[in-house]
């Protein structure tokens, strides 16, 4: 089998029993990037040189036991996460040249772990979309598709990986930014609870919703990287210092007696029949292997929506006060026009279209006078969604609902209308609304696109979400499907 | 509650956007289509509810005030637009 075929954890086994070195899985990773990188526009930066200089570093030290779970398997990071002495620019012409002085707590983690970072993928500027269409530097495409997005705003991690880039990346999910492009590539992706993973590193789109997860070809892969990327974190006061559970050994085929809710507004209008069909076929497959379906319903739904944008734009709005041209960035031309003229310039001329419109709107929301009518309303909207997770969680361990309420569209399609587009992420907002840990595992196809089934579970439960997401990933082949290039 | 034309321009200013005029009208029909959608939240009952800021509770981590590793000068000024002197150099502030 090629290199680049293999799962993260077969590549470590076998890097590990010394059937191959680091080396050689690097330049198998570069290879591939080569080859399919034309077409699919995944990443912003390949390192090469670091990348091959740090598997080398490993191939001559310790032995396998003391080199870490990930040593040698090559890892893509979202170009929002910072990587000292690798640039990071967030899909923005503010920081197109910016290299971060340090890294990231998770990238940190991964490189003791013996990950090897190798690329810099493409998102929606900010983190800001859910097609990777806003990014500054040019959209990535949908392995599966060309002319298809590959959903945002970690899209590019997600082409890489199902193009078999690498095995591994990390995104990030403020509303469904890991899941939704997970599911639009026919791959898994994790947005752990919120406070599970350290945020120190990632930069900040809105704050009270932000996680980094895990995205790989398989619910191991995912554990596995997620294993490494948990827990607590004293550069970040929102990371809770619980320690974390064993989430490999939680991959185990076993729902007997689990009871899963169907939440009926998930399936709403909006909803692709194929979809929708796709997903019960798969609480079916659960059901059979023991699971306890039943159908139920969160009202607050439907008001997720509205709620999100405005929380997320206002937070947005207080985040990016901060490239105002001066510490680093992109700085405008304004001569004569003093500092607050060259930060209104550089503001301007450095952020896109959707970026502003999200700081406009934020700005708005908490401007005096409309704080009460938008900003609290919303937060206490935040509360319902919460009061409801809460109550259908008396009676389920984990929810089942699509993750996408469609498989991928066409690069443009929805472009012009930014309503259409923020649809995309309907039924994945409310589990960042609630903090609640949540995954996109393949079920299906349609048009030759992949269908993606959410599985949502009580903050901190993420073993019971592997284990619902193995479960289902073992008793069908959806996954292991992958894309012709 | 639709904005105005007035009000669109005292946001931009808030939020430090020199915004063209052609981008100020596309943002302003933006910006409105948003508005009439949030128009749902007001239909919602939310008497006596309290708000949601975060999802759990934090705390602040204290250490004891002792001098500890920082960046150097020399990173923190790496990626400045433009530095003079060990510092970041700003266009005039004040009028002579």
Redesign the interface.
Known sequence: MALTEMGAKELADLIAQGGVSAEEAVMATLERIQQTEPCLQALLTVCPEQAISHARELDRSGTSETRGPLAGVPVIVKDNICTAGIKTTCASRMLADWVPPYSATVVERLQQAGGIVVAKSNLDEFAMGSSTENSAFGPSRNPWNVACVPGGSSGGSASAVAARQAPLALGSDTGGSIRQPAALCGIVGLKPTYGRVSRYGLVAYASSLDQIGPMARSVRDVALLFQVIAGGDRKDSTCVSMPASDYEAACIADVRGLRIGVPREYFASGVQAEVASAVRTAVDTLSDLGAIAEECSMPSTSWSLAAYYIIAPAEASSNLARYDGVKYGFRAHAAGRGHIGMAERTRAEGFGREVKQRIMVGTYALSAGYYEAYYKRAQQVRTLIRRDFERVFERYDVLITPTSPTVAFRLGERAEDPLAMKLADTCTLPANMAGVPAISVPCGFHDGLPIGLQIMAKPFDEVTLLRAAYTYEQATDWWRRSPEL | ?P?TDT??R???R???????EE?MA??YE??N??MR??E???T?D?TG????????G????LRQDVAAES?SQE??L?????AAEGF?A????LED
């Open positions: 509650m904005l009000d669109i005292t946001v931009a808030l939020a430090r956007l020199a915004l063209p981008e596309a943002q933006h910006i289509a948003l959608w949030f749902v939240l007001q919602v939310v509810v309290e708000p949601t800021s975060h999802v759990i934090m705390y602040n981590f960046l990173a923190v790496s990626n400045a637009p433009e970041f700003v266009p005039r502030i």
